[in-house]
């Protein structure tokens, strides 16, 4: 069974970092894209980054991208998400997400479609 478990999340001042981490298991780690998504209050899910395990390259959604690294952990199966200058728009609850299928970061991946879901963890900046 697919287990994805984040932690890390919490409370933090504008401009300041967070690190998000997403421990995983049951299944082999290198064999499927892998990264994030958040829901902010009122809004629809959206996604953030991802990591393609076929070239290990990093895609960013344009509003993070300057401010949050996306990085693995081979030995732990862990997928992280550094966040740096945080922003009051950038409180949501983060997501990790797998692709169901695809070692590739592709849009059925950033549709949120064909993944499998963490439960979440909350992350809020204040002003």
């Known amino acids: 069974e697919v287990q994805l478990v984040e932690s890390g999340g919490g409370r933090v001042q504008a401009g300041g970092s967070l690190r998000l981490s997403c421990a995983t298991s049951?299944?082999?780690?290198?064999?499927?894209?892998i990264g994030w998504f958040r829901q902010a209050p009122g809004k629809e899910r959206e996604w953030v980054s991802c990591i393609s395990m076929s070239d290990g390259s990093a895609h960013y959604t344009d509003s993070v991208k300057g401010r949050f690294t996306v990085s693995n952990d081979y030995a732990k199966n862990t997928v992280y998400l550094q966040m740096a200058s945080l922003k009051p728009e950038d409180t949501a609850v983060y997501f990790c997400?797998?692709?169901?299928?695809?070692?590739?970061?592709?849009?059925?991946?950033?549709?949120?479609?064909?993944?499998?879901w963490g439960k979440g963890t909350p992350v809020t900046v204040s002003s």
């Open positions: 997400a797998r692709d169901w299928y695809r070692n590739y970061c592709s849009e059925y991946f950033y549709s949120g479609g064909e993944v499998h």
């Open positions: 049951g299944y082999m780690y290198d064999s499927y894209a």
